[in-house]
Each structure stands twice: as C-alpha cells, then as structure tokens.
C-alpha cells in the first residue's frame, strides 16, 4: 500500500492534491489591485478559470492580458463591474449564467485603500475630526456593502447549488488599531497630520463579522466562508515608512505582494474544507506583540 496509509479502517491517498483547483471558478471583486491579481495568480497556479472584475476597465485588461500571458488564456475573463451598485453585479451574474459559468469561488477584495508612496502621505483630510461623509459612506459601499452585495449574488447560488467558498480579504487592522505615529511627517502640525483613515479599521473589522454570519447562515448548504488578514505588504513605501513598520513587525520585514498565495490557495480549496467562520491573519507576527 506505497503512497497510503490507513487510519481507522479508512484509507487516505498521499499523493492526492487537495489544493487542486481544476474545474472551479473564481470570481475576484477589485482585481485591478495590488493583491488582486496575485490572489487571481494564485488560483490560476492551481488550475481554476478566474474571473477578474473591478470598476476600471483599462488596468482590468491590463492584467488580464497579463495573467493569460503567465497562464492558460482560456482560463482568465475579465469583466467590468461596480460592486456598489447590485444591479452592475447582477448582470455580470446574468452573463455568465448566458455562458453556462457558475461560481465556485468569491473572493471579496475590492477596497479603497489610501496607499503610502514615497514623498507623499496619506490623504490630508484623513484625520477623524474633519473626515468627510462623503467619504466615508463611498469607502464603505465599495469595501463592506460590496462584500454583502456579492455575496447575496453569488453566494445565495452557491447555496442553492449545495456548494462554495467565499472568501474576504480583511487586514491585520481586522484585530489591532492602526499606529498612527507610522504615518506622522515632520513639521506638521498636530491637527495636520496624515493618519488611516477610520474608514479602513471599520470596514476590515466588519468583513470580520460578515464572516462569521455567513459561515454559519449557510454551513448547512456547504457554503464555506472564511477571512484572510493579510499584514502591510511592500509596494515602494517611503524608506522612513518601511523602516517604522517593520520595527513593529516580529519576522522584521513587510510582506511581498505574492507571498500570500498559499494561503488563497488554501482557504479557497478542499486543503480547508473543514474551515469556516475564520479570520486567518498573516502579518509577520505584528498583531502577536
């Protein structure tokens, strides 16, 4: 019996790859992104057909000319969709219904995210006091309604097909408050200075909870729905930012962009079928301290 070995009674393929992803589908909200196309990266590796959505149409077909490139061609769509709004989410459903496509897989990305670069902080009208409703209800209606919306839409198939994972991408700002002395530029005056927003730990923490709702809402429809945190991710910080950040980060370093791909992997296949209503954080150790 070379390659299995039995536990009670019951026999197990060493060799059988539990992250295989051949004849699924993955559809991912904000695909145009930093982690976007490294989640759509990470799922094609394993063999899926991916279906990247996101509101900008020309950066959606940049990088899926891109991932055909790195991939099978036939396996990487793309379609324009506005997660705010469920009739945009509807018809791309609608389409691909048309095309006898059915998701298997939601990954819950899209997000509005004030990124640090170098020589310039974050949004001058960030800080709490002045922070604007504008702004917070369309951060919010992209990164946590977006979430609800698609998740009716396809989830609420997913279930009726007795089968599924959802998958949200919350933060490390999931369970911790952000340290603002990261973002504090010299010579600014204290009601000036650049922070995270609050939007950002709100809605993170709240996709937490989404989480948890629906794991159980349908765990009896094998609708698996889990949370991965992923921790700050290099993208070309300022040197000052990156040395401040990860000062606070046990493993002394920021995550590559493609370093979470084992964890896509996991989370989204039959290696976690036992997994649900979790929030797996990745962030070097940070949120331990």
């Not at 990305?109 to 001058?124: F, M, R, W, Y």
């Not at 504090?184 to 939007?199: A, M, Y």
Request: hydrophobic share 45%; with cysteine.
């Amino acid at each position: 019996m070379a390659d299995k070995f039995v536990v009670n009674y019951k026999v197990f393929d060493l060799k059988e790859n539990l992250f295989n992803l051949k004849n699924k589908v993955a559809l991912i909200t904000g695909a145009a992104g930093l982690l976007g196309k490294e989640h759509a990266s990470a799922l094609l590796a394993q063999g899926a057909k991916v279906i990247l959505t996101d509101v900008n149409d020309a950066s959606l077909k940049d990088v899926s000319e891109f991932l055909a490139l790195q991939y099978t061609k036939e396996n990487v769509l793309h379609r324009v969709m506005d997660v705010t709004s469920k009739a945009s989410i509807q018809n791309v459903f609608e389409l691909l219904s048309q095309e006898n496509i059915a998701v298997d897989i939601l990954i819950n990305n899209a997000a509005i995210d004030s990124k640090v670069k170098k020589g310039k902080p974050l949004l001058e009208s960030s800080r709490f006091e002045t922070f604007s409703v504008d702004a917070w209800s369309l951060e919010i209606n992209v990164g946590l309604t977006g979430a609800f919306l698609c998740s009716q839409v396809f989830g609420t198939k997913m279930a009726e097909n007795k089968g599924g994972v959802i998958l949200n991408i919350a933060s490390d700002l999931s369970v911790i408050a952000p340290d603002q002395r990261l973002y504090r530029q010299p010579g600014l005056e204290e009601k000036n200075q650049p922070v995270k927003p609050v939007t950002y730990s709100v809605i993170k923490t709240a996709l937490v909870g989404l989480t948890r709702y629906l794991a159980a809402y349908w765990a009896a429809k094998n609708v698996r729905v889990n949370a991965l945190s992923p921790g700050g991710v290099y993208a070309g910080q300022d040197d000052e930012f990156v040395k401040k950040l990860t000062n606070l980060i046990p493993m002394k370093k920021m995550a590559n962009s493609d370093e979470y791909h084992g964890a896509i992997q996991f989370l989204c296949s039959d290696a976690s079928k036992y997994l649900t209503g979790q929030n797996i954080v990745i962030d070097g150790g940070r949120s331990i301290l």
